[in-house]
């Protein structure tokens, strides 16, 4: 048997009231979370700094960038996501994205996944039907910039 359909590895990140889709090849990796407090006068968007590497990454929350408010996860169910720069002109290589839990990996189809017309946030890029379940895709220019704006 001969398939030539093409599948692509994704994997949907839990956020409050939503999961977010990326590609597998956007994610650097996934963390538990711990990062180091904001500070005063820091965005509200923003919840702290992630150590990683050798180096020092704004923590984005993905809800409060779009307009909600900033919740850190509970023990033992947050994670971050470390997610690899789409912008070749930016400062930063990589920056960290809170999560409401564990990421799970997908493979899906071009004809899986179809869009839904839906209000965007300023961090969505898109609202999709993945096989019956909705998912967001973010609009990762967007968020870069947010972290670029507070590179440590």
């Not at 030539?4 to 963390?31: F, H, Y």
């Not at 700094?49 to 990454?57: A, N, P, V």
């Amino acid at each position: 048997m001969n398939d030539n359909s093409q599948t692509l590895s994704c994997v949907m990140i839990p956020v409050i009231g939503r999961q977010l889709i990326l590609p597998n090849v956007s994610i650097a990796e996934v963390v538990d979370y711990a990062s180091n407090d904001a500070g005063t006068g820091a965005p509200d968007w923003l919840a702290g700094y992630l150590e990683w590497r050798g180096l020092s990454l704004p923590v984005v929350s993905y809800d409060a960038a779009n307009g909600g408010n900033l919740t850190v996860p509970g023990e033992n169910r947050g994670r971050i996501v470390v997610l690899n720069s789409v912008s070749p002109n930016k400062k930063l290589r990589f920056m960290a994205l809170i999560t409401q839990g564990i990421p799970s990996q997908v493979r899906i189809g071009q004809e899986q996944i179809k869009q839904i017309e839906a209000e965007n946030g300023p961090a969505d890029l898109m609202l999709v039907d993945v096989d019956g379940e909705t998912a967001w895709i973010p609009n990762l220019d967007y968020l870069e910039t947010l972290a670029n704006e507070s590179a440590a």
